[in-house]
């Protein structure tokens, strides 16, 4: 069971301490969704100096009920809709497959996703906003992982969809582990589909290896074993990661995925992707990721 113990409003206060320039926010961070709730988190934002950059999402596409699958995608329209509320032009709201029911063969819930996807797009050209299709492990409501966990699957949808102006991936690394693969391989293979991307780390309990953990089907999943920790310490290899995404033109949003363990190492990652920031992209802020540039060019030549 899911408890709500702090508001959004405390989360938006706390956060002033970190040194950092916006705030990713998750939909169940809104209670009621309505207009006057999403505008008291405007204001709260603005006056705290926080841009909304990204919206964390779970829609669930691949429900074998249709009316299920029906609500998920009018609730995501409408999570679309806060987001450019929020964000303004160019903010990224997270899509997901949804889950790997038993039942649901992988064709049928290729097809089901991104239909799903595609049915939303014309609304994310409206709003001026783009769709990032992350790969994921688990949302916390769910009872099975992501569909599109495994890569082969990932790549499928991706493929099936080939708006680059307002759909695009959002990349976590370590979520890449989770699926049993190298996150800076994984990377490599959809960095010129990359809008955004949610940082994180991930430690190895004393004498675990990966392969203790790897499952039939080659996933890991959140084993306990596998925990969360301060970015930069653990298993993803960031240097590989952001040289990856120097040589291909990425200077975009990078989220931070951390303080299971508390404010401390949240604090810490913060750090940790500061000082990356001017290491690696010379300090900037200018939020620019070439490969989404020339997909707009390209979209404005055809025009």
């Not at 996703?113 to 906003?129: T, V």
Request: aromatic share 8%; hydrophobic share 40%; with cysteine.
């Amino acid at each position: 069971m899911i408890r709500r113990t702090k508001t959004v409003f405390d989360w938006i206060e706390e956060a002033r301490a970190l040194g950092v320039d916006g705030l990713e926010l998750h939909t169940g961070f809104f209670w009621t969704g309505s207009d006057d709730e999403v505008d008291r988190v405007g204001t709260a934002l603005a006056e705290a100096g926080f841009e909304m950059p990204m919206m964390c999402a779970s829609p669930d596409f691949t429900n074998p009920d249709a009316d299920a699958r029906a609500r998920e995608i009018e609730a995501q329209a409408e999570f679309m809709r806060i987001t450019a509320r929020l964000g303004g032009p160019g903010a990224t709201c997270r899509v997901l497959s949804g889950q790997r029911y038993p039942q649901v063969a992988v064709e049928q819930g290729v097809q089901w996703a991104s239909e799903a996807i595609s049915g939303l797009l014309p609304l994310a050209a409206e709003l001026d906003i783009v769709l990032a299709i992350e790969n994921h492990y688990k949302a916390g409501t769910w009872n099975h992982p992501e569909f599109a966990q495994a890569p082969a699957v990932f790549h499928r949808i991706l493929a099936g969809i080939p708006d680059r102006v307002h759909f695009g991936v959002q990349y976590d690394p370590s979520n890449a582990i989770t699926a049993g693969v190298d996150s800076a391989e994984f990377l490599e293979g959809v960095i010129d589909r990359v809008v955004t991307m949610q940082a994180s780390d991930r430690f190895l309990e004393p004498g675990t290896t990966l392969d203790d953990l790897r499952q039939a089907d080659g996933t890991i999943g959140y084993a306990p074993a596998l925990k969360h920790g301060v970015i930069g310490r653990g298993l993803n290899d960031y240097d590989r990661i952001f040289s990856i995404l120097v040589e291909a033109g990425y200077d975009g949003w990078i989220s931070i995925e951390d303080g299971v363990n508390g404010l401390d190492e949240l604090r810490a990652s913060a750090d940790f992707l500061r000082a990356a920031r001017d290491r690696w992209f010379g300090g900037s802020t200018a939020v620019r990721v070439r490969a989404h540039e020339r997909a707009k060019q390209a979209r404005e030549d055809i025009r």
